[in-house]
């Protein structure tokens, strides 16, 4: 003990000695008093403009990992838990299919065609293989972040919304028949409309709809695309005249969970940076989710006397979808607003609207997704708050009506598009190599009979 107190006196000395010759150190060097101060060495104004800030940067690419969970494993349980257990393995493989094919794609074209300097229709190729996309490159649409981190976070994007589309023809599709499909797609439809929306020069872009993060681009896209999939591929065998109840909700509501989670990367992240407007994003998305799940659930309860697991998780679902087109401009009263809309919408779309149709929507991708972005993105030209979004970014409360119409003229633009486009691509995927497995295949289930594996 007596050598311990020894050896902290020496070290409290020998700090103190280090103090004081600190201290005598910078008053040698300071300037004397009323002396200017020296100026700080000049930055070119461009580098100042564009410096990467390392609290954005950290952000983002917490973000980009927060988005990529949405897919793996987020929407694959989600999807995996509600298909049946003989078609479980392949539900989550398309998932895990899906984000292989597209990073690869949106590497080698995807995030040019989107995301340069093109026409108002789709970019240019400079980014093509990701060519001149070095350390210290920036997007303009990013500034404070490496170019790297801003393309990784929109391949999030990029690979989540194909795989949504899987939802809508569970259970029949080919597995060659889907790469095809989610390729050509990602290429021709989703690149082409994230420029639009998003793109320097894109259209949409210039005739101001607000779409904070993926209203059109994403889920109506996503919506859309499976319903027009659902139609040409018809009915699964058995539909309404057999038992196709979820394999496992546990599974479902896991998924959705770490949906939940993710979409704040989604969201706030959305804001390219670590600021209030990330901030508020974040605020908005959990308020709207809560309120659309609490009323699903008690319009499911009131209509069917009871309130299902199945409910609350899809209108949870349907809250993250509509506040997404406007998380970056409504403020938390129009996030409720939008949360109370989401959930009855939502819950007609899945079961009035497709009930009164007759189409299969198996896991309900147009009824949540389509439905959802379509609310969400009309809302936000309702809604939308200069105090939020900024000035310029403010829909019908706040004096705005015009808001509204381009906003309609968004989604009218999206759907009409992405309609036309997706039945193209599959009848001519249907006619080369066709789309629906055999008779006996779905029967079987698709696990054993595509990938040769089935759940003990």
Known sequence: MRTLYRFGQRAVCAASLLSLWALAAMAQTAPPAGAPAAAPAAAPAAAAANAINSGDTAWMLTSTALVLMMTIPGLALFYGGMVRKMNVLATVMQSFAITCLVTVLWMVIGYSLAFTEGNPFFGGFSRLLLDGMGIDAINDLAKTIPESVYMCFQMTFAIITPALICG?????????????????????????????????????????ILDFAGGTVVHINSGVAGLVAALVLGKRRGYRSEPMAPHNLVLSVVGASLLWVGW???????????????????????????????????????????????????????????????????DPKGSLIIGIAAG????????GLKNALGYDDSLDAFGVHGIGGTTGAILTGVLAVSAVGGEGHSGLVDGNAHQVLVQLYGVGCTVVYDAIASLILLKLIDLVIGL?????????????????????
């Not at 990367?265 to 659309?292: R, Y």
């Not at 009855?344 to 079961?351: E, I, P, Q, R, S």
């Not at 629906?436 to 003990?456: C, F, K, M, N």
């Open 168 to 208: 809508a023809f569970a259970d029949r599709m080919k597995f060659s028949a889907l790469l095809w499909f989610i390729g050509l797609w990602s290429i021709l439809v989703y690149a082409p409309i994230a420029h639009w929306v998003w793109g320097p020069g894109g259209f949409l872009n210039d005739a101001g």
């Open 264 to 330: 704040f990367g989604f969201n706030a992240g959305s804001a390219a940076a670590a600021n209030g407007n990330a901030g508020m994003a974040m605020a908005v998305t959990q308020i709207a989710t809560a309120t659309a799940a609490l009323t699903w659930m008690f319009v499911e309860w009131a209509l069917k006397g009871k309130p299902s697991v199945l409910g609350i998780i899809s209108g949870a679902v349907a809250g993250l979808v509509a506040i997404t087109p406007a998380s970056g401009f409504v």
């Open 344 to 351: 009855v919408l939502c819950y007609w779309g899945a079961t």
């Open 436 to 456: 629906r497995v055999d008779a006996d295949t779905e029967r079987e289930g698709l696990d054993l009979a595509i990938h040769g594996e089935v759940i003990q």
